[in-house]
């Protein structure tokens, strides 16, 4: 057992009491609030499971003070502090969530530009914005005071339903932050220009809000170390010289986070899996020298272990470790046993949690389908269906991986078979690509369930005629993948190739093939980015051809931001709207564009990653031996928006697994 005392400390945040270090923080997860901006159960449930576990700490989502001050009011919903209606169902999430001891706050923001395409106020109205056609304008004095005293409001308002502690959003290029900010304030007057007016305006809010809710009530101010805008952004150094001042104007923590979705920067904010984990930590271990307040840092931190040496090493008072509880609810109270093993790890491609909003407006999580549905499906550790039924899956990938353990849980006997000689299916090959190791994060969390659950994994077994006749299951599952297929139509000219070696993905990744020097990769989806990487990781000279109008349209844009800045770095050519890749007699290569022929030359190496096909020979066979079936991952699907995903494939396969 691993002891994490550090981690498990209490500490003392102004008057509260907080049982241990660890934070989960804001995140709007785009659920949960009724057309009149009420919470409802789908919210106040999907916080108290996290609240079961019992961090430190939970902070409520963005809740905006001012009608101007919410996200695009079309796409997003959000509770109105302004509105008294929404008080009771306020006061009621509260109560929920303090049943378990845990402080609980809510954080208070004015969204400025995030309000856009709705008019929305800006420090300034700079040149780039109204270029844009934006109807964004400058704040006037008058708005400032209105949007300080409605701060100030929406805070005695919380502390009056039972909130612990309010947190101010300085950060993420809300318009706090674009105060902050000299690239978006170019103001003359007394807010802006020098640092000491640019921080005018967030002072004013702490003084109103402290002035509002008296001196008891804990207030925080979550702040960037960075905004990531080169030259002309809020920096760390700004941050050094804020955060005295903030201790002197009484706030009691300080909180840091880093980049902005106004600002082109959201990659920066809800990071995926190329940044290293713990990656702002500097930010805090730098503040911590120039306050004695409590600090919290985010940033990638999933690692109970890594948290807990962050505190012991004085890097960090308080951890952010908010996606690490959408992925386990559980998370804290596993690692304060000590039982770490069992601790279902975020794996950081944000296709669920902050690409699900952008997207569908819902945040959801790859390895946790349940996510949001906490107040529909509740999941009790022991509790059995009345009949068991003998289950087999065919298939060891993620979808098959989960409807083995969620049929397990139910109670069921289940059967998993795997050809290959290990589990994980493309997840495992995924993990193979550079940076993208945490993908097989998930893996052991799958062993270790499926082994308590007492599923018997046979390896090296493929589904067949024979097994079938001989096992006789009540359900199969059908968790078989798909299969890469040859892009006729697309590429011509393969059948009289000559020296050019043709690679199917898979064989390339899983046979660890070598190929030549300069290697054309078909498909620029989310596989063939990622194998261009791989390959040019590998010192190859590396070209993409994609047929569709987008590259990596299936990755989250803060995961296809970074995969493509290290393309760009290392060199590889990308082509899209690509008509034709035609293979000539002579081995030449030319690409067609536009009806323009282009040559690649020198290719000695062609793999061919996009398209794909369903693996379902087995549902033939099992309607004709009569036995119950279903199809889950890409034996389903692949080609459909959200599918030949991971998420889509675990997401099958839970929902098939309940049903059962």
């Not at 929404?86 to 809510?106: C, I, N, T, W």
């Not at 919380?158 to 290029?173: A, R, S």
């Not at 170390?225 to 010289?241: E, H, K, M, P, Y």
């Not at 398209?611 to 036995?627: C, H, S, T, V, W």
Request: hydrophobic share 40%.
């Amino acid at each position: 057992m691993h002891k994490l005392r550090y981690l498990f400390s209490p500490l003392k945040i102004g008057s509260l009491q907080v049982q241990n270090r660890i934070v989960m923080s804001g995140m709007d997860p785009g659920f949960g609030i009724d057309d009149d901006g009420c919470v409802t159960d789908q919210l106040t449930e999907y916080l108290v499971e996290r609240a079961r576990s019992r961090p430190g700490m939970i902070v409520t989502g963005a809740k905006p003070v001012h009608p101007l001050g919410s996200a695009d009011p079309k796409t997003v919903k959000m509770v109105p502090l302004w509105e008294e209606r929404v008080l009771p169902s306020l006061e009621r999430m509260v109560k929920a969530v303090h049943q378990y001891d845990v402080r609980f706050g809510a954080q208070l923001n004015h969204a400025g530009l995030a309000h856009l395409p709705q008019e929305s106020v800006c420090p300034s109205a700079i040149p780039e914005l109204a270029g844009m056609g934006l109807p964004v304008r400058e704040a006037t004095k008058d708005d400032l005071k209105e949007y300080t005293q409605a701060f100030a409001v929406a805070a005695e308002r919380c502390v009056k339903v039972g909130f612990d502690f309010v947190e101010i959003h300085g950060g993420h290029g809300y318009l706090i932050n674009t105060f902050l900010s000299p690239f978006y304030n170019r103001r003359t007057d007394e807010y802006g220009g020098s640092f000491e007016n640019r921080i005018r305006f967030l002072l004013e809010v702490i003084a109103a809000i402290r002035r509002m809710i008296g001196p008891t009530v804990p207030i925080g101010v979550r702040v960037n170390g960075d905004d990531f805008i080169a030259q002309v952004g809020w920096n760390a150094s700004d941050l050094r010289r804020l955060a005295p001042i903030l201790e002197k104007q009484g706030v009691d923590y300080i909180s840091i986070s880093g980049g902005a979705s106004t600002m082109g920067t959201l990659h920066y904010t809800v990071m995926p899996v190329y940044q290293d984990q713990g990656v702002f930590s500097h930010f805090s271990e730098e503040v911590k020298k120039d306050v004695s307040i409590p600090v919290a840092i985010v940033g990638r931190i999933k690692d109970p272990v890594m948290a807990d040496r962050l505190v012991a090493e004085r890097k960090a008072d308080l951890v952010v470790m908010a996606r690490a509880q959408l992925a386990d609810p559980d998370m804290v109270e596993k690692a304060r046993s000590g039982d770490l093993a069992d601790i279902r790890l975020c794996i950081a491609d944000c296709l669920g949690c902050i690409e699900g909003v952008l997207r569908h407006g819902e945040a959801s999580c790859t390895v946790n389908p349940r996510l949001g549905r906490e107040y529909q499906i509740r999941e009790v550790e022991g509790e059995k269906r009345a009949t068991a039924r003998r289950v087999l899956v065919a298939g060891a990938g993620p979808a098959g991986l989960e409807a083995a353990r969620r049929a397990a849980f139910a109670g069921h006997k289940v059967t998993l078979c795997e050809s290959r000689g290990w589990i994980g299916g493309q997840m495992r090959l995924a993990s193979m690509m550079p940076k993208r190791s945490e993908i097989g994060d998930v893996i052991p969390w799958y062993e270790r369930q499926l082994n308590k659950l007492g599923v018997e994994v046979r390896l090296n077994v493929a589904v067949d005629a024979g097994l079938l006749e001989q096992t006789r299951p009540e359900v199969l599952v059908i968790a078989t993948g798909s299969l890469p297929e040859v892009p006729l139509g697309f590429v011509d000219g393969l059948s009289h190739v000559r020296d050019i070696e043709i690679l199917m993905i898979d064989e390339l990744v899983e046979d660890q093939r070598v190929t030549g020097d300069k290697v054309l990769v078909v498909g620029g989806d989310q596989i063939g980015l990622q194998v261009a990487d791989y390959l040019a990781e590998k010192g190859k000279a590396v070209i993409v051809v994609e047929k569709a109008a987008h590259f990596g349209e299936k990755l989250a844009n803060a995961d296809r931001r970074f995969l493509t800045g290290r393309l760009i770095d290392r060199g590889v050519k990308r082509y899209k709207n690509v008509e034709k890749v035609d293979i000539q007699a002579t081995d030449d290569v030319w690409m067609v564009c536009g009806g323009k022929h282009e040559r690649l030359p020198h290719i000695n190496t062609i793999v061919l990653t996009n398209e794909r096909r369903p693996n379902i020979f087995l549902a033939e066979l099992a309607d004709k031996m009569g036995i119950e079936k279903h199809i889950v991952g890409d034996a389903g699907g692949v080609a459909g928006e959200g599918q030949g995903t991971i998420m889509a494939a675990i997401a099958t396969g839970y929902d098939v697994g309940r049903r059962i």
